[in-house]
């Protein structure tokens, strides 16, 4: 096991230093398992998974051998200050506070150093092929979601490592959505409307639904519905389409309201319980986080860091279960409580205002164009879908984002008169 993980360090090693184009598309390819196959989280050395930590330490160290430095992308030296920043604070702040030993710390900090492909993005810039890049997400994504399909047909040839009995597990659904956005862009800028891609797209959402990740289907649908009829090919708001719209929603939901048999008192039952807390989910979920808000409330502005489940900190919360989404203050499924505890409200607000900040850029009229409109709505999706699915401190999220954000800065330049924009 120990030679095959030095193999893979080292063959990582060497494409992050000399050929970053392929390195990306190996962390990338890595990033889902090496689709299916073989996951890097069974790395394990002293009973600490070291596959993923491992290979965002090489693209760290790999930024270090960039041949003929060239100034950085635009509005990019932000962004790297902040993920060194947040990296640094949570690592440092439970030591200093004795929250936890060194040792603990970083090896609680493992997800967060996913931001490190940011960073290995933005220095290798112009060293990345984007049409690969989009080519490989779009791909990807009809590979995710033929896998759904077929568990419900032949379960049996579904890669090992996403196959889970009773249901499928691929890495990651949000690959799939970013992909419809790619899509949607090809549709925008084509002046003929291909029903292949109309159709592509059909089958891509069809994945999402069977992910069963219902905070990013129904977030995808809404801004790729805005995306597509809200903005014209001149990229000017449509008021107009936005009440059309609104007009042809009431009506189906009032058809389906009148044909369809206790839709209307299921609804009305389904209300009733997340307003008066009967609902079981929620009422899991707060109970599974009530001591995760003790403690955010006694480090409400500045948060604890990075924090292992080990910790001596930990001792002070008296867990009344041996579920694991009670052992440690991590937790995926409820995306501002993992950030509030590791970051605090002031940290939370400084990341998300600054990320936000970029990830918007085209909505703004100076870097506007139709590619960086549909990543900046994928991109703005992630404030919804992090209350219910940790997409700023998950790699499911991370990565995902980082190459829509890629994406932006590479064509924040270009204009839609300008003969030179690419369909992509």
Known sequence: MLVLLLGFYGFAFLMAANKPNYFLMFYLLASTKFLGFLDPATFIVGGIEVGYFGLNLVALFGI????????????????????????????????????????????????????????????????????????????VSIYFTICYCLFFVLPAIIPPVYYKGTHIRTFFPTYISLAIFLYLIELKMSKEKSLKIYGIIAFLFLGLIFATHSALTVMTLFFAVL??????????????????????????????????????????????????????????????????????????????????QSAKLMAQYKLGASNAFMERFTVIDSGYVDLLLKYGYLGTGIMLFTLCRYFMFGFFKKYKNHITLAMSFYLVQYLFINYTWSVYTFSHGIIPGAIAFYIIIMYQDYKIEDDKMETI
């Open 227 to 308: 995306y597509l009829f809200v903005f014209d090919e001149n990229l000017q708001f449509k008021r107009e389409m936005v009440f059309k719209l609104m007009g042809v929603a009431t009506f189906a939901i009032s058809m389906a309201l009148i044909f369809i048999n206790g839709l209307f008192d299921a609804i009305v039952n389904e209300v009733n319980a997340v307003v008066y807390s009967e609902d079981l989910a929620l009422q899991t979920r707060d109970l599974y986080n009530k001591f995760r808000w003790d403690a955010i409330n006694k480090e409400k502005y500045f948060g604890y860091g990075y924090i292992h």
């Open 64 to 139: 270090f051998f960039k041949k003929n430095w060239v100034e950085l992308p635009k509005n990019s030296i932000v962004i790297i200050l902040l993920i060194l920043g947040m990296l640094a604070y949570g690592i440092m702040r439970p030591i200093l506070n004795d929250y936890s030993s060194a040792k603990q710390a970083l090896i609680a900090s493992k997800d967060a150093w996913f931001y490190v492909i940011f960073i290995y993005i933005i220095v290798y810039y112009d060293n990345i092929n984007v049409a690969s890049l989009i080519k490989w997400v779009k791909g």
